[in-house]
């Protein structure tokens, strides 16, 4: 059983344009104080096809870590252009992945992985993308409700790795444990100033 269970993960700022900053509010219990804190990060996955363009967009610690409900907020920067694989529409444009990673003691024990979709709000430019990127008119749309959860084994303070043996993948939706098997996000639209509610990513729903 782990210490650290995630309780909720709410995206603040979805849709968002591209470049707009990412903003987490995340919330988690521990079962028992933790002598060390937490490390969180946020991946964009740059490219499927090789992890060399993988951009850790900000870490952050959180501790120390009290028995209990625990939550804080995440603000990470957008990817950098110049460390995409291409900024070619073909490539820019669509979908791609996000991941939340937790750590204790330098050892990962969850991640969470979103898709997100990035496409042009104005529907001609989606309908006819130029041929050169539009940064500034490109927005983001999260898929923030289908995330797949991965859990690992983790000794704790205890030196007693979690119960379970492996890694246990689950998500939200039941029978559904690949991301790239979730459906995509939909056409991103005018990006609202804060998207309401959260959502469970450590029970799975019926």
């Known amino acids: 059983m782990s210490i650290v269970n995630i309780r909720n993960i709410e995206l ?11 903003h987490f509010r995340i919330k988690f219990e521990a079962i028992a104080p933790l002598a060390e804190d937490l490390e969180w990060r946020l991946i ?3 490219s499927a096809k090789s992890e060399e363009y993988d951009q850790e967009l900000d870490s952050c610690m959180v501790g ?13 920067p957008a990817p950098q252009h110049h460390l995409l694989p291409s900024v070619e ?18 050892k990962e024990f969850v991640r969470v992985g979103y898709y997100v979709n990035t496409d042009y709000e104005d529907e001609q430019l989606r309908i006819e993308p130029p041929s050169k990127v539009l940064w500034d008119q490109l927005y983001r749309n999260v898929l923030i409700g289908k995330p797949k959860v991965t859990r ?27 991301l790239y098997d979730s459906p995509v996000p939909p056409p991103v639209q005018k990006a609202a ?8 990513v450590d029970e799975v729903a019926a």
Do not use: C, H
């Open 152 to 178: 690992f084994q983790n000794p704790w303070d205890s030196g007693t790795a979690d119960a379970n043996d492996g890694n246990e993948i689950d998500s939200l939706q039941s029978g559904n444990t690949n």
């Open 64 to 76: 120390p870590v009290p028995a209990g409900v625990n939550a804080f907020d995440f603000i990470a």
């Open 89 to 106: 529409p073909d490539e820019i444009l669509g979908v791609t992945v996000i991941i939340i990673t937790a750590s204790y003691r330098d």
């Open 44 to 46: 964009y996955v740059g």
């Open 12 to 22: 603040v700022n979805n849709p968002a344009k591209f470049d707009d900053e990412y």
């Open 193 to 200: 100033p804060a998207a309401a509610g959260g959502m469970d």
